[in-house]
């Protein structure tokens, strides 16, 4: 289906990190191939300038964890997020799309819906974790939330919002049955090299949390098996120099740190220490057994738990889709060296285990596999003021 107009359609949309410029990327490619000369424009990542997105501010200028680590930026986002606006109002894009950092674009998305811009909010907010009241703000500030993952619909119908599940993009782009023995040799692994990939995070305040902790955690199991192969795939240069210093620490400790392909370092891998977040999909899309670790400030857990109403007893994404454990989590305090490591060799021991989770990762791979950039295109154009004529 193509949608026939008289003039350029323009398209507002803010991503604010690495998970969302990749969401980004494929949806300006699918409305392409629906509306071929559709002009992109807002706040974006390499992956979607790529796709063709006029770049006004990097993701980087979002880039921030935490509830008590942003306050230190709040002044500034404020400011970016009325310049936006303003910018938005003054010259009206056909719709906008708030791609997650639902802090910052649900207040955005408020905005520009009051001044009648057609507003989209792509993944949606974590409302099943925590502040479920929260289902009526995003009501209120867009109009519609495209889901990634099924079971996020109910919150929304209970409460009369629109919210449509589109599938996981990931599980579109990512094979049913990986190619392991070729990821191997691309990284110039062996077939008989036994390899982990460790995953600390995509963002600077992830890696100075558990950074450290999960290079001490490596080079605990390589003195229990010297043989071990480890990788670690980084988002930036920046941050592999960061990592780097924090591997330097254990003197003969040998890790390969690559810059991007976390895809195929996890392909490549017989298991995975990871941190919580889009990484565990990733990992359960490529077919490899993990272990998650999850830490943020005490300052914001305390705020989380006593003022957001977190009520999650799990966080890594294949646990709540199968809402039951498939991969042991290691939260806070619980996440020290000595426990990830041992968590590690244990699951690298256990092929039965092994073998188990790999079954339950197929069947989440087939329920996220529906052409997910294609529906969210197709949700998006459908608000569009082009659409509505």
Known sequence: MRFALTNAMRIGIVAAEASGDALGGALIEAVRRRVPDARFEGVCGPRMQRA????WRGIESLSVMG???????????????????????ARPPSVFVGIDAPDFNLGLERRLRRAGIPTAHYVSPSVWAWRQGRTRVVGAACDRVLCLFPFERSFYESVGVDACYVGHPLADQMPLVPD??????????????????????????????????????AAKMRRVRPSLKFVVPMVSNALAEKFAAQVSAHHGLDIRIVVDGAQQCLTASDAALVASGT????????KTPMVVAYRI??????????????????YALPNLIADRELVREFMMDAATPTALAEAMLGLLDDRDRQRQVVDEYAK??????????????????????????
């Not at 500034?76 to 997020?81: D, G, N, T």
């Open 52 to 55: 063709g997105c006029e770049r």
């Open 67 to 89: 509830l008590t680590e942003v306050l230190a930026h709040l002044p500034r986002l404020w400011r970016l997020r009325r310049k936006l606006a303003a910018r938005w109002i």
């Open 180 to 217: 392991r023995a070729g990821a191997r040799h691309a990284l110039g692994f062996m077939d008989t090299d036994q390899v982990v990939a460790l995953l600390p995070g995509s963002r600077g305040g992830e890696i100075a949390r558990l950074g450290a902790d999960f290079a001490a955690a």
């Open 279 to 286: 990484a565990t999909l990733e990992a359960a899309l490529a």
């Open 297 to 314: 400030s005490r300052m914001s857990r305390w705020l989380a738990v006593n003022i957001g109403g977190l009520k999650l007893k799990r």
């Open 364 to 389: 989440i791979h087939q329920l996220l596999r529906c052409g997910a950039s294609e529906r969210a295109a197709a949700a998006v154009l459908e608000l569009s003021r082009d659409a509505r004529g």
